[in-house]
């Protein structure tokens, strides 16, 4: 039930994908017939690749600087575009005088409002625009033949603007007669976003204990090792982008939209990539600047953002104030749950989703879908301000949210005596709160349990603040629950070489999280072939089939099971060919480790190489796409994490000793993989928790931290010891039994430290991030 | 029944394809059944875009300069590399130094036999071997950061050679104590090439005209507009190869091979190319050597090799000497035809194909198919002799072979007082003569006619040479068989966007013929989409399905096949998307520039795009391959060609004024493209006729043509006028109706030329090329 890239539900029923098209109000629903039947279950005993913690088959390349990025990319004849921003948080451009850049030698053009197209770009306004809604807005561009030349030409460019009143300060924006920071007004539609099951007042009514909690979430930046960027090329009316992005596809059709050039014109590559984190799931007006600027000149252009321009135009993590009031009886049971929050959603809706899937309620799924709890409702105010426009970041409103409701429950059970394990096992959700489907398949119950064995559950405080000490140790824990079930369209090729190798080609992209290495031992368990003999190309949307962008966890699940299916497809044709050469049937044979055997008759083999030798060009081709979810089901990531930290009492600092990271994931197609992804989302949801802040000024609206001197990430010495974990067993949601690990892993952590923090010190810290004066502040009331 | 890439013969059994695979002395079937049917033909009155003469898809970028060709890829870091070749025509090489060159400031590395792992190549000789049998043979390479100081590092290496005795004449190499090439004597295989039908001298002695003649033919350059070359680049144990080549695949198993690894690691791109004409086909020496020099530096190195090695180290058409005997009766029909000829095969056999399908033979070809003839022998001795390889060169074998028996039917002709038309027509063959299969389609008596009408046939002169003046007009013909029915494997995918618009891809290539655009016409003929709205994407081993070479004029008929049925398949799938969508049953529905229509009332239509747009991401994407060709039936190119030429008797000098083509190739799918192919051919086969030689210096072995100045190739000025044609129809031989056209307009060029000359002058002229000097002497006999 997520969105897909066009803002279409897709939802899957029986063997068929049913996509429910909503256009202008109307809804039309379309069968499409999928290609392929599902397969059944590998057998566990027999897995010979699937589960290693193979070393990534692209690990030669990153560590020898081989890699290709897309900042080095270099064509023959390449300028440089680099863009003038708008200094002022909202401001009407007057006057723009861009002939003296025009005449600096090496200039080669310069595009603003006044010659660019009039490209739609947010709510109704354009790709350059006379108002300007914050700042870091785009203004002007330059292609020069250096970047030297073409930061020169912006300093050139003579801009003037009429300051217009501003709000910052979300709440502040939301209050009667606060400047407009577009026309209708702040509250994003006019009205909040309400869900709401049961009676809530009722629920209430029925609580033995009511907590009722105010918390704060800051603004986090996506701080991406690899600027944003493009460098684009035209050969006639066919371009082609190399994009720093985590949707080769979406960029393809955002740009042919934006372009109004055929979808077929456009060619978007990307080879590797250096973190998106959500930020680089859309073509960025940079690319169009790009393409355009190629366009005017008749040269490549090469646009990359510098830091600074990664912290203001890339989008972030919205801020929220969540207003949480939850009842639950004695013996622990929730009977209501009740969310107030507002988020930010800087100048303009952000383009990612429209609005009712706006991020900026995904903050009240948790509450909504964590627990089972008869009366729940959300309330949800999106709020433009004058701050650049948020988008996704990895496991966006979850990482919010759960920072919230994890304390609560974590709040009850200290108040009704409980342990914190037992309340959320008495409030465990068997079905889907929201849709009422079963779940394919649900194991946060052995979470907890490994878990708490692995962190030592027992040794924590029991009484929160119990020692008194310069440094006090505690523990705490926290759940998650996230969708990451991925699903169709996703497609896959695989090409077998005379040799008994093959080719592997999907148009899904590694950005970083190691795709490529479990694609090739997905196609080499079906296919029997080694993974050093399968080469795989991905990121490519000319010569690749379609595959959904890397976000929202989906790329194992929804491209895993495309290969899968390829990979059988492949080994069918493989086996026919083998069976009118051994003058056997074909379903008696089987392919293992590089061999073909009998199936009744194992030390009966011959090398596939001789039967592949033997089919000359007559070349076999596996053609695979996902099969549709199971209907009528829910399909969810669950997972624990527990912490175990140590708090200066006199410095108020923080650190983490360490933190237990189990989660439901279904199959663990590659132990090594899946262990760096608990790692990443533990490190970023430390810095989440800890010392990450993106911090606006009010009274200008530029903001404070843009660079990484003033924006803390963890750095190495920061990193706790992690222990990471899955709940064995295999989720029958696809043909690899495989959810997605990337998001899940940062959900649980800032709350699981603050109830750490809480057990350590007795005090609780609703505010993030949880910084050293925060701390002491806390420990003062 | 032509041989494939490698080395196995692929023959065609109803819906299935049989590869009689030979290896080893051994021969073994297998089917390989097609994933797809085969379509019904098209209906004429239909067709939208087939047998339009659009411009090229990508016109723009060569006209503009954009396309990208192998001398036009640069990489960061990449090495220049430059080959030593061996001075001497046979000779031992016993000393080499490369200590000097290798101090040389710029030079990386530097390969010879010394370090260079032991390759085969050719016969049982290596990448560098210390025996060397031609001038030009490859001693050792230099990589350096420019080309100049690669140059001046192969000037710094000493090498010492012990002279050999050699031989250049292959009459000389023939007789007995000439100086062995290689061990084993100077005939390959020791033993001439013997085919036969019939009573030979049964024949000639049925016969009441025995014409008995000597012809002679010369080495011809391919002469490439873009030389041979590579660019390669190691990213770890992955190779990509850029080369200027007519086959992709086959570079790419050939790399594989040579350096041992798997093919799955190879990656070899060609996106425009300078001209191939068969000397294309596989990987060079210096494709090898490139790699090894790139893997010894850790950095991407491109080898190009220029004018002079292009002349010496790509190959070349051989020459023939050919003794002819035929007898024909009085009314014209033929009772035998004998051929003896010499054919020179260089210093090794060719390692395009093993010796049994020597190019050497396939001049005999003509003899042996042309002409309905019972008695039939042919008798053809390969020899060694101290010049490079051969290779094959655009109609191999029957470029040469035509041009002596056309001439003997034109003297028989003339000798019986018979039109050589109707000479021709009496011994029309109306099956194979060697397979006895039916042919699938023969309209050559359509090609004589519509040429007679266009030269005016009536008005050449009824006595050859009866008007004596400064300048003799004549008029001549020659008729020509060739292959070109093309054949699977072959296959294609068609992705559909959302907008309506489509990607083909196909890994076959564009060798400058218009490739691209003719499958482009053909995926928008079958699947009702304009054909500016569908991208192509060729010449990629890695992203791209399987398709052959480009050669023996089979990429249409071989590839063309496949693309329709790829859109075919994806066309299915769109009609059942549009019936769900427009409540119809798919079969009512049929799509025609880009509107899908109800086919019993054309009038209800919808836009293509209004469907495409609902599939959201589900990507339709068709697969094809081509069907198997008719069993049992032979597919062969058919055509006549007249010349008409004036001659100055006192200088010699002949000058073709007008040149009619027509030829039957089954269906047109481009007449542009088609008239080029007859243009490029006709220019060529003139060329063949009238200037180009490569001359080897007997005494030395050393080259006295190696560049453009020598080397006299037609200019525009020598360009006659060209009227093409065709004969009208569909061939049934494939699911397009199309045979190939690249090879047969060259075919009967020179003959039809030396015919005209006779007609002209009353003279006939034997040796090839046709020089003022050989006409003057011949005019004084």
Redesign the interface.
């Known amino acids: 039930m997520l969105p897909?890239?066009?803002g279409?539900v897709?939802v899957t029923v029986g063997r068929r994908?049913k996509?429910r098209?909503e256009e202008e109000g109307k809804i039309?629903e379309?069968?499409?017939?999928l290609p392929h039947e599902d397969l059944p279950p590998w057998e566990e005993k027999n897995l010979v690749w699937v589960g290693k913690g193979i070393p990534r088959v692209?690990g030669?390349?990153k560590c020898?600087g081989?890699a290709k990025y897309t900042y080095?990319i270099?064509l023959?004849g390449m300028l440089y575009g680099k863009i003038l921003r708008c200094p002022h948080p909202h401001a009407r451009l007057i006057r723009l005088d861009t002939s003296k850049a025009q005449r600096l030698s090496g200039v080669k053009a310069i595009l603003s409002q006044e010659n660019a197209p009039p490209i739609p770009w947010y709510n109704d306004s354009f790709l350059f625009d006379r108002t300007l809604r914050c700042v870091g807005e785009e203004v002007a561009a330059v292609a020069a033949v250096d970047e030297y030349i073409a930061r020169d030409a912006l300093d050139m460019i003579e801009a003037e603007y009429e300051s217009l009143p501003f709000v910052v300060d979300p709440e502040e924006a939301l209050r009667p007669g606060a400047p407009p920071v577009r026309p209708g007004g702040n509250l994003l539609d006019g009205k909040p976003i309400i869900y709401s099951r049961g009676e809530i007042e009722q629920g209430f009514d029925e609580a033995d204990l009511i907590i009722e909690e105010n918390f704060s979430t800051q603004v986090q930046a996506h701080a991406c090792m690899e600027t944003h960027g493009s460098v684009v090329n035209w050969?006639?009316?066919?371009l082609t982008i190399w994009e720093s992005t985590q949707g080769v596809?979406d960029v393809r059709?955002g740009m042919?939209k934006a372009l109004g050039i055929?979808?077929?014109?456009v060619r978007v590559i990307k080879d590797f990539m250096g973190g998106g984190f959500g930020s680089k799931t859309r073509e960025g007006k940079y690319t169009v600047i790009a393409a355009l600027l190629a366009k005017m000149t008749g040269r490549p252009v090469k646009l990359m953002l510098d830091r600074k321009e990664e912290f203001y135009a890339t989008g972030h993590r919205p801020s929220s104030l969540q207003y949480v009031k939850a009842g639950v009886k004695k013996d622990g049971s929730l009977t209501a749950i009740y969310l107030r929050s507002i988020g930010a959603c800087g100048a303009y809706e952000t383009p990612l989703f429209p609005s009712k899937f706006s991020m900026i309620d995904a903050l009240a799924r948790p509450y909504r879908e964590l627990y089972h709890c008869p009366n729940v409702k959300t309330e949800v105010y999106p709020v433009y301000n004058n701050i650049p426009v948020h988008t996704a970041q990895r496991a966006p409103g979850h990482v919010e949210g759960t920072f919230a409701l994890e304390q609560v429950m974590d709040q009850a059970a200290h108040q009704l005596g409980m342990d914190p394990i037992a309340l959320r096992m008495k409030n465990y959700a068997l079905k889907d709160q929201v849709e009422d489907f079963p779940y394919t398949r649900k194991a946060l119950d052995q979470c907890y349990q490994k878990g708490a064995e692995k962190i030592q559950w027992e040794k924590r405080n029991k009484k929160p603040g119990e020692k008194k000490a310069l440094i006090c140790e505690g523990i705490g824990m926290a759940g998650q629950i996230w969708g990451g079930g991925g699903g169709?369209?996703a497609?896959a090729?695989i090409?077998i070489?005379?040799?008994g190798?093959?080719?592997l080609?999907t148009g899904t992209q590694d950005i970083g999280t190691g795709s490529k290495t479990v694609f090739v031992q997905i196609a080499s368990e079906e296919l029997g072939i080694s993974p050093?003999?399968?080469?795989i190309?991905l990121g490519?949307t000319?010569?690749?089939?379609?595959a959904?962008r890397s976000s929202g966890s989906r790329t194992v699940p929804s491209v895993g099971p495309a290969v899968r299916s390829a990979a059988a497809d492949a080994k069918r044709q493989l086996l026919?060919?083998a069976g009118?050469?051994l003058d056997s049937k074909a379903e008696d044979l089987a392919i293992r480790e590089g061999q073909i055997y009998l199936k009744n008759n194992p030390t009966r083999k011959i090398p596939l190489k001789e039967i592949t030798?033997?089919?000359?060009?007559?070349?076999i081709?596996g053609?695979g796409s996902r099969g549709p979810n199971p209907p009528q089901a829910a399909i969810n990531v669950f997972g624990a994490q527990f912490a175990h930290v140590a708090v200066n009492t006199a410095t108020g600092e923080v650190r983490v000793l360490k933190v237990v990271s189990i989660h439901d994931a279904g199959r663990v197609i590659n132990s090594m993989t899946l262990n760096n992804q608990i790692e990443g989302g533990i490190v970023q949801g430390m810095g989440y928790g800890l010392m990450e802040e993106v911090i606006w000024d009010k009274g200008t609206g530029i903001m404070l931290t843009p660079n990484l001197h003033a924006y803390k990430l963890p750095t190495m010495l920061d990193i706790p010891e992690v222990v990471p974990g899955v709940a064995e067993g295999s989720d029958p949601a696809n043909n690899i039994g495989a959810k997605g690990i990337g998001e899940p892993p940062k959900i649980p952590t800032a709350p699981a430290i603050a109830n750490a923090i809480y057990n350590a010190i007795g005090v609780r810290l609703k505010e993030l991030p949880i910084t050293p004066d925060k701390v002491l502040r806390a420990l003062k009331i």
């Open positions: 897909n890239a066009s279409k897709v994908v996509t098209v039309e379309i069968n499409v017939e692209d030669f390349e020898t081989k080095d270099h023959p050969e006639g009316d066919h596809s059709e042919a055929p979808i077929s014109k169709p369209p497609y090729i090409k070489n005379q040799d190798t093959a080719n080609l050093k003999d399968i080469t190309t490519d000319e010569t690749t089939p379609y959904p026919d060919l009118s050469i030798q033997k089919m000359g060009n007559n070349m081709m053609v």
